[in-house]
């Protein structure tokens, strides 16, 4: 099976075992799904850097991407904070 096949397979696999995971707890805020879910995406990817240099290029757009959302909740969760 090759590498990236293998990374779709198991970043598919984990989000879904977290999903059941959050949904057996009775997780109801999107944040945490979110968080949660760029936090395994990110872990994954860095597992994965053995991928070829155009791969790894797509790869950390994606990261840059899902990590920019994570600092937004972040903001928005310290924003709550402060003005609470």
Same mark, same amino acid.
């Given at each position: ?7 779709? !397979?198991? =970043?598919?696999?984990?989000?879904? @075992?977290?999903? !059941?995971? !959050? ?6 805020? #999107?944040?945490?799904?979110?968080? =949660?879910?760029? !936090?395994?995406? =990110?872990? +994954?990817?860095? =597992? ?12 950390? @757009?994606?990261? +840059?991407? #899902? ?5 937004? +909740? ?8 402060? @003005?609470?």
């Amino acid at each position: 099976m090759r590498a990236y096949n293998r990374y779709v !397979l198991s =970043l598919a696999v984990v989000l879904l @075992l977290t999903t !059941l995971a !959050l949904a057996a707890a009775g997780v109801q805020k #999107l944040a945490d799904y979110y968080t =949660l879910y760029v !936090l395994e995406a =990110l872990v +994954i990817t860095e =597992l994965f850097v053995y991928f070829n240099r155009r791969a790894r290029r797509g790869l950390t @757009l994606v990261s +840059i991407v #899902l990590f920019a959302g994570f600092l937004a +909740i972040v903001a928005a969760r310290v924003a709550a904070l402060l @003005l609470a």
